[in-house]
């Protein structure tokens, strides 16, 4: 019985499959925020698109270059991190999933735009 208990133990150890994060991937609890705040930003722009005096003062480009700043990183590190999440498909739905659910909590915004996107902008 000890030895089907052992042997339990040493398969199901043996068995998890751990992914090393190299130093330049942005950590999943990251990269679920910035994901979020990103497609918050895109919702954001695509309901400002038809209000031609709004769209003078910012550009889609500027709202993702805020999200970065906000969230201390830049174009090339998510970049390098969405890659390597696309090549980790169980990772990725660990970030989607999270970022289901943090979703589902909070109010969807209307067409206000998020008040700390609002704030990088400035800087």
Known sequence: MIRVSIITLFLFFSCKQKTKFPE??????????????????????????????????????????????????????????ITFYESHPDLLKTVLDSMHSEANKKPSPKTEMPLKIKRALKK
Do not use: C, G, W
């Not at 979020?36 to 003062?57: C, G, H, I, P, V």
């Not at 805020?66 to 991190?81: C, D, G, P, Q, Y």
């Open 24 to 81: 330049t991937i942005l950590p999943v609890d990251k990269m679920e925020k910035v994901l979020l705040d990103m497609l918050r930003a895109e919702e954001f722009y695509n309901q400002k698109q038809a209000d031609s005096a709004t769209m003078d003062s910012f550009s889609r480009t500027n709202l993702y270059m805020a999200v970065f700043a906000l969230h201390k990183t830049n174009k090339e590190a998510f970049r390098r991190s």
